[in-house]
């Protein structure tokens, strides 16, 4: 039996007030070298930029996670306790794998996120699986539990754990994962559009054969988390003025990747050019997960400082914009704009600016709910409420405002630009453009204050 603490532990939080470590194991865990690296990886990526209070790392969110996980299944094992096997309630043995997938669920994302997995192609489920099963202190802690415990915990990751419960608690469509980042992400950002009735949806939730379920008293409550995301989503995580940011970090690196491939690094001084950290990256190898484990966002803002003042005029200016912060300046994308994006390519290119490392067209994409589709690609597990019959009942079919967006994926696309195109002395850029553009930029309803 896993050693439990002699006398709790506890993490002020300002989302969940106090995170209370009652296991060895979870200690151990946090103590890690690769659980301590979150510390150094931001939650939202460059969204600070907008939002200036968004500095908390994914550090905080995971043991907000794990928080969360541990009391749900307190709350299971006191009101759902299972009596006899297969009757859909309980089984505390599953507490421990639950609570430590909850806190190792994101131990594998990149600096910057998934501006990183876009770029080098990596996945960070992926490498969440290869962190607790590889050669880490992580899995060193978990094989205290038992030799099979690491594969348990990397089977709840990759959902194939068999026990559905386990698996939507971590990943569904309300899991302890979304619960804490909108509401940690709300608080840090200023914002109230993530905020929701947590106690409520907790007091609420219940095991099932099939995974997780509601209680209809709790359908408001759910409700109203999911037009929370949902606003989330189109307020902060789709902020045109954080998207322009990104565009000019993945160009930046974009463009350190393309030198060093053509065998230009001669050309300057490789120690000021990348170093040794993040050599790995740019060679034409699978990256180590050693190598993987060094990164973290302070690496990279420490060669993007270097950078400044590279030979290369685009290198220097990218990372100028980004330290500095001037995004790039967007336009949404739609039947009236598109057939004008060719000339103002083309304007972008005679200004002196390379249209590849100076525009582009971004998307952004989220589907606030949807309930189960077997062929889909990615079926959803759908939000079921048990009524009083205890008969089950899919949230859309009980919310007319829910099913109003059920099913419907929520899409910004853009196109990106140097703000100076938009100059307005005698040199104007635009003059070309017709005057109807030119509105589209500068009243674009969506583009908030920068």
Known sequence: MPEKLKQEKVLRDPIHNFIHIQDQLILDLINTPEFQRLRRVQQLGITSSVFHGAEHSRFGHSVGAYELARQITEHFDHYFHTEEPGDGLWDPSERLVTITAALLHDIGHGAFSHTFEHLFKTDHEAMTQQIITGDTEINQVLQTVSPDFPNKVAAVIA??????????????????????????????????YGEFDLDRILRTMRPTKNGIAFDIRGMHAVEDYIVSRYQMYLQVYFHPVSRGMEVILEHLLWRVKELYEQGRISEYNQANFIGPLLTPLFEDRPLSLADYLRLDDHVFMTYINIWQSHPDAIVSDLAKRFLNRRPLKSIQINSQTAPLLGQLEGLVKEAGYNPEYYTARNEASDLPYDDYKPKAKKPRTQIDFVLADGTHRE???????????????????????????????????????????????KNDALSAPE
């Open 159 to 192: 959902k194939t754990y068999p026990n559905p419960q386990v698996v939507q608690l971590i990943s569904s469509q309300v899991d302890v994962d979304r619960m804490d980042y909108l509401l940690r992400d709300a608080y840090y950002t200023g914002t109230k």
């Open 395 to 441: 949230l859309s079919e009980l919310s007319p405002l829910v099913a109003a967006i059920k099913g419907r994926a929520s899409l910004d696309q853009r196109f990106f630009f140097p703000k100076e195109m938009l100059s307005t002395g005698p040199d104007q850029l635009f003059a070309q453009v017709h005057h109807d553009f030119k509105s589209y930029i």
